[in-house]
């Protein structure tokens, strides 16, 4: 039983002489060692490292890419229109010594500073552009300038800036009615100028329908006329030719046609005494003539 304790207590003094004596940085971590809260050495390989107990004090900083969601503000663009923007910034600790010095190696602290620098930057990026152009692709150029100039200003407090990004940029509540309003009075216009160009347009394309039509008709009356003249034409010729060739033939026939038009349907007709028309009739009722 006395072994089982002595071990144990043996164990427990390991452990404490371990955390006097060592520490461990891993590989998400950085890590300063302070004399008195001097920094003598800053860690930024993992590793087990040691220290002097109770006169070296650790802290620790991070060293992976951190994500601050700065908060939204309102900006005035070029054509003085009010945008609030939504952005975040991309940002890991640089210079160790540099950030705890300046930051007391806290996060919080860091990030203030990000939120003051960034917004100022990107206020006066913005302010020389038009709302249409901050909307655009160009606004990748605009961020990349406020990346620039925010970097050099957060270097000086150990900060490493690597990007600053707009997640959304929206006009304020009463503003964006007024826009909406607008917008959709535009579009009403657009849509009555259409139809508007689309009536006229079909009234054209009828007139001209209708304009077709007339020449067609026309036409094919002035063929028709044509046609039939050429036709009158030839029948006269026939009837000319057959009355050259017999005229006393063609009379007769010409008086047998006229008599099938005069009796038919009971019609009454008045001769002269000499007419050779009544001669007939007369003959053919066996009357003879006066």
Not at 114 to 120: A, C
Not at 210 to 218: N, Q
């Amino acid at each position: 039983m006395k072994k089982v304790i002595v071990f144990a207590g043996v164990i427990v003094l390991l452990v404490i002489v371990y955390n006097l004596f060592a520490f461990t940085v891993d590989e998400t971590k950085k890590a300063a060692v302070l004399r008195f809260g001097e920094i003598v050495r800053v860690i930024e390989k993992p590793g087990l490292y040691f220290k002097i107990p109770f006169i070296n004090n650790v802290v620790y900083l991070e060293d992976r890419v951190l994500n601050y969601d700065i908060q939204p503000r309102d900006i005035l663009t070029a054509d003085q229109k009010r945008l609030t923007i939504d952005n975040y910034a991309i940002w890991r600790v640089g210079a160790p010594k540099t950030f705890i010095e300046t930051n007391a190696g806290s996060l919080i602290n860091a990030q203030i500073r990000i939120d003051d620098i960034v917004y100022s930057d990107l206020r006066d990026v913005l302010a020389k552009h038009t709302l249409d152009e901050i909307v655009s692709a160009k606004r990748l150029e605009y961020l990349r300038e406020v990346t620039l100039l925010s970097y050099d200003k957060l270097a000086v407090f150990g900060i490493d800036l690597i990007d600053v990004r707009i997640k959304r940029a929206d006009l304020p509540t009463e503003i964006e009615q007024a826009v909406f309003s607008r917008m959709r009075s535009e579009r009403e216009r657009i849509a009555a100028q259409l139809r508007a160009e689309g009536d006229e347009t079909s009234k054209q394309m009828t007139s001209n329908a209708d304009k077709e039509r007339v020449i067609i008709f026309a036409e094919a009356d002035k063929q028709a006329e044509m046609v039939k003249g050429d036709g009158d034409a030839q029948a006269l010729e026939i009837y000319a030719d057959a009355y050259n060739q017999d005229p006393e033939f063609y009379r007769f026939w010409r008086t047998l046609e006229s008599y099938k038009t005069a009796l038919q349907g009971g019609a009454s007709i008045v001769l002269s005494t000499d007419s050779d028309y009544l001669r007939f009739l007369e003959n053919m009722a066996g009357e003879p003539a006066d």
